[in-house]
């Protein structure tokens, strides 16, 4: 029996648990492996699908299933296995034309199965996709294959507060628009988000609530910080999970992990 038996730790990966210099740091791989020998599990909720998440899976202990596209599947990568995955609405296609339409400047990448499909690329598309190091498709709308897991509106800030803003005046009650930074609006099944999607995955391992805890460092976590026994964030984190109210810890290069299992060692004393 170990002090963490029973508890699990969900980490946002990109400059949470994966820092700013591209790397997980080495506090951050052997605070898991203490925290995994003394029982403890441990997983990610990223706005990354598997296609993009994949090659990076190894970079940290895992010992429990995937949050992936900002909450719209889990993945169990040590069994291959898709657990949940969660569509946009069949009207997503029409929604969104229509949306490209009402905001040119708008760029918009979708997700059907391993596939990505984007119309209209932008500045911003070519940046994300450099950091995630895939490729994809250029296609108009219409001609993209559907379902669609998820969709990412890409543009400046203010322009993605204007999308967010028409989708639901719009398509009221379809859709989760939710920033994963200040770039890129995520777009899932209404409901389906980090925190939704983290607690059918405690379900799913019978964790009891007060034996979650979670980090996260911009907006589309804050669902899931909700559900934590202590929220924590990394001291780069976005000023909205700051103001939320989340317990600021070192910045993600410094090992954001290490911080959290020093603290949870000093809170279950064994």
């Known amino acids: 029996m170990g002090k963490f038996d029973g508890l699990l730790l969900v980490s946002d990966f990109d400059d949470t648990l994966y820092d700013s210099h591209c790397r997980v740091p080495p506090r951050n791989r052997s605070a898991l492996e203490y925290w995994m020998g003394e029982g403890g599990r441990f997983t990610v909720a990223t706005g990354r699908a598997r296609r993009t998440f994949a090659p990076y899976a190894d970079l940290a202990p895992i010992n429990a299933p995937v949050v992936l596209s900002n909450g719209s599947a889990i993945y169990d990568f040590a069994a291959r296995t898709t657990l949940v995955e969660t569509l946009l609405d069949p009207r997503a296609p029409e929604d969104f034309a229509a949306l490209m339409d009402a905001i040119p400047s708008l760029g918009l990448e979708v997700y059907h199965g391993e596939d990505i499909y984007v119309f209209r690329p932008n500045a911003v598309t070519d940046a994300h996709m450099a950091k995630v190091g895939t490729d994809y498709t250029q296609r108009p709308i219409p001609d993209m294959p559907t379902p669609w ?119 279950y004393k064994g």
């Open 149 to 267: 897991t998820k969709a990412i509106v890409q543009q400046e800030y203010g322009e993605l507060l204007r999308a967010r803003d028409w989708l639901e005046a719009h398509c009221p009650d379809r859709y989760e628009a939710i920033f994963s930074n200040r770039y890129y609006l995520e777009i899932t099944r209404r409901g389906c988000n980090k925190g939704g999607m983290v607690k059918t995955l405690m379900e799913l391992l019978h964790i009891a609530p007060q034996n979650l805890y979670c980090v996260g460092d911009n907006q589309n976590d804050i669902p899931m910080l909700a559900l934590s026994a202590i929220p924590f964030a990394p001291a780069n984190c976005a000023q909205e999970v700051r103001d939320w109210g989340a317990e600021i810890l070192c910045h993600c290069d410094e090992g954001v992990i290490g911080d959290i299992v020093e603290r949870l060692d000093r809170l």
